[in-house]
Every structure is written in C-alpha cells, then in structure tokens.
C-alpha cells in the first residue's frame, strides 16, 4: 500500500510540474563544476600551486585565470588572482626587482610569461597599461627578448604571437611569426623546442601553433599564404596522432594535449563536438575537476586549467578582440 502511495506521490508531483511550472532540480553541468573546482584550487585566491606546495606556478595559473575569466558564474570571483598576477609589481617584477615576467638586474623578460602576462591582461581587462606596454615594446623587438635564447620554444613563439596580437601590435605579430612557421617540423607538427629530449611534434606545441596561426589568419597576415600552408600541414598532423576522440604521449592518453589541440582545430574552423564530448567524460564525479592518467580519479588543477575554455567551443584566438 506504501508503495503504491509513494508512486502516486511522485506521479502526482510530475504532473504538477508540468501543470503549474514547479522546477524539478536541474541536472548538473560539468562545465561549471570543473570552474568551480578550478577556483577552489588556488591558493587564497591568487594563484595555483606547482608540484612544490606554497611555491606558485605562473603559467598555469595564469591560463587558470584566463580560462575561468570566460566562465561568468565565476569571473567576478577573480579579483585577488587579478590584482596578484597581473598587478602586484612585487610579483610581475620590474623596477629592480625579479618576478615571474622581469628580471629585475638584467631587466631580461622571460619571453613565454611575459607574452602570457601581456595576453591575459588583454582579454581580462587588467588595468595595467603602463607596465603592459612596457612588456609589449620589448616583446615587439626579437632581438631584445630572449625569444632566440629560448631554445626555439614553439610556446614562447605562439604567446608573442598572441600576445602582439591581442594588444594591437599586428604587425609585430606577423614579423615574427615568420619565426613560428620556422619551427613547423617535416610531419606538419611543432615541437616542444629544439632541444635534444623535445625535437619530435607534439600535440600541445602543435595546438598554441595553430592557435596563433589563427589570431594571424582572422586579422589579415601579409604572410596569409604560409600561414594557409602551415595551418594545413598543422592540421594533417593532428589528424594522423589522433587515438578516437583525444590523443596520446608517453604511452597515456595526454589529457592537457588533447585540450589544447582541441582549442587548434576550433581556431581554424574544425568542428570539435566528439573531442568536446570525451574531455566532458572526464570531469571527475568527485570533485568535478578535469580527471587525467595519474590523478586516480580525482580532478587535476593543470589539466582542467587548460581544459575549461575548449568545454566552452573556445580557443584562444576566440578571446582576441581587436
């Protein structure tokens, strides 16, 4: 008799919410709940912690940063990670004294933050013009950022890119992305770099590539033609690597790379829907971060780091706004 009550019950309640508008609970999205396990990650707000506790990495926690920006449940949340990262001269550097973008002594950049920095104060809407401008004149100038010193880093390369794009500097960006197609390798991938552990593709370097390509592309490269060519080959590579709906490295399946190659092929108008899907399949249902190999089930701060904005159909080009 129980029973039948409580099936009449939930019968009754069904009916009543398609008769008088009662909600039902929403079924959850792991978008945000990723988002939300992002900004649960970082350490009194400000930044996320690298593989030492207490010691901040800045790359990471500046793509964290960009990343959730784009999430608005979430952006107005963002305040202390803002001022730390992107206005804190004590921890940027400059004015003699050594941060994560300036070396305060040799007042040298280090190229890839600096570009990182110069980006997501861009589409963050930072506030921080002066020191930004600072940074972009010298980013505009090879031969005074250390990009040569940087071991052919596709990374750095993509950042400036990127970075000169963002800011207005797009002719600056198309000198030197003469520079990035010349990292292109035979197999129409990037690496890593050109040092000896790191000279074959991957599928990280080869999506920020694509990545850049594509700000170039959109905003009308005097170089279109290479840029049309590399695009191309960038994206046969990514085709050819690709295990179903992600990719590999190290014999496991490389979560971040996946993302990122995502993010390049979305820059260049490929439809990335089955990618989009597997990493949602990924959200942990513990604690609704990014699950990688090595995370045993747990979310990963640096994978969903990388991971929130492709969740969203985004690439990184998409966020540039000239």
Known sequence: MKIKRSVSLVASLCAASLVFG???PAKADPKLDASKFLLK?????????????????????????LQLSQYPA???????????????????????????VIDGTSKQLNPAAAAKFAFVSAVVQ?????????????????STNQLALSHGSTFAYAWVVLA??????????????????KLQQKDGGFAVDSTADSTGSSTDATGIA?????????????????????VKLAVGYLAKTRSGNHWMAWGD?????????????????????????????????????ITTPWSNGAGDR????????????LSYADLIRN
């Open 74 to 100: 979430i952006s107005g949340q963002l305040g202390a990670a803002k001022y730390y990262l992107l206005k804190d001269s004590r921890i940027i550097g400059g004015a003699g004294k050594s941060g994560y």
């Open 210 to 230: 694509l990545q850049a390509l594509a700000a170039l592309k959109h905003s009308g490269a005097t170089n279109s033609k290479a840029v049309s060519k590399a």
């Open 41 to 65: 990650s970082f350490v009194n707000g400000q930044y996320l912690d690298g593989f030492t506790p207490g010691k901040p990495d800045f790359g990471f926690s500046l793509e964290a940063l």
């Open 164 to 181: 000169l794009e963002a800011n207005h500097k797009v002719a600056a960006a198309n000198r030197l992305t003469k520079a990035l197609l």
């Open 253 to 289: 399946v490389d979560v971040n790379g996946t993302a990122y190659a995502l993010m390049g092929l979305r820059a260049v108008g490929r439809n990335v829907s089955s990618g989009i899907k597997w990493l949602l399949s990924q959200v942990s249902a513990s604690d609704g971060g």
């Open 22 to 24: 009662v909600s039902l």
């Open 126 to 142: 930072a506030g921080n013009q002066d020191v930004r401008n600072q940074i972009l004149s010298k980013l505009a100038r090879q």
């Open 302 to 313: 640096f994978a969903t780091a990388q991971s929130l904005l492709i969740l969203k159909n």
